[in-house]
């Protein structure tokens, strides 16, 4: 009686516990595979095309807010060029037809730089697109781990394990199935900071790009046009990183051995956070952006 009492308890137990960790391997590889498979269709998007709404608000800013402030900008740097260019030619006891037809061609270039400076800064972008579209057929994206055939080979396994097993199984997954969800958080959050950071950066657009026409000032918009490259390039490095993720799970058997493949799995999940998050100070390194 007893005998058949404990049998029917540790069948329980064993049911159970096998669910437990069956429900945990497949709630973990679905966020993973949600999430590293967001990471190539996210990159690839320009600043128009992620979120029309943002997109217009920092368009408008831009136009109504910070223009008119690089037009003031611009006044500046010309008034100095003409100081500048006049004081170069002592005191115009030397001068020169010529370089007044120079500075006309300054002053329509600094207007001109500004009054596009938006249509520029998105061609920045269009070309950090057709870079990665043009990746994307060479990289391969295709980071899906498998796991259903996977469960019904473990459920055999599991069958054969003691209830001391089961449970340090039980054990592993939801602590790697919990750091799975942190790392899909934080995937989420390179993703969108990045975006963030882009239309941060091109909404004072006007300004640097007041600067570019002069020696002196035109650092700032040479630095500028810099990260705005570095920006739009870190999305062909995220495609790599990705890439890169993809061999890694490609050639992992996670019927072979369950605990190895977990913790394997999770390492390569936090290493894609980990590189993700360097390719921002990569390619400013790269372009030279500071």
Known sequence: MFDNLFSAIENWMRELLTGMVDSNLETMFTDVNEKTG?????????PQGWNSS??????????SVIVPIAGIIITFVLCYELITMLTERNNLHDVDTWMFFKYFIKMWVAVYLVSNTWTITMAVFDLGQSVVNSAAGVISTDTAIDISETITQMDATMATMGLGELLILVLETLIVSFCM??????????????MIEIYLYTSIAPIPFATMSNREWGQMGTNYFRGLFALAFQAFLMMVCVGIYA??????????????????????TVILCFTLMKTGSLSKSIFNAH
């Open 38 to 46: 967001e990471i190539a269709t996210q990159v690839g998007q320009t």
């Open 54 to 63: 943002i997109y217009s608000l920092v368009h408008n800013l831009s136009n």
């Open 181 to 194: 969800k942190i790392m899909s958080v934080l995937i989420t959050v390179i993703l969108y900071g990045r």
């Open 247 to 268: 061999v890694l799970v490609s050639t992992m058997s996670v019927s072979d051995n369950l605990h190895s493949a977990l913790f394997g799995i999770a390492a390569y």
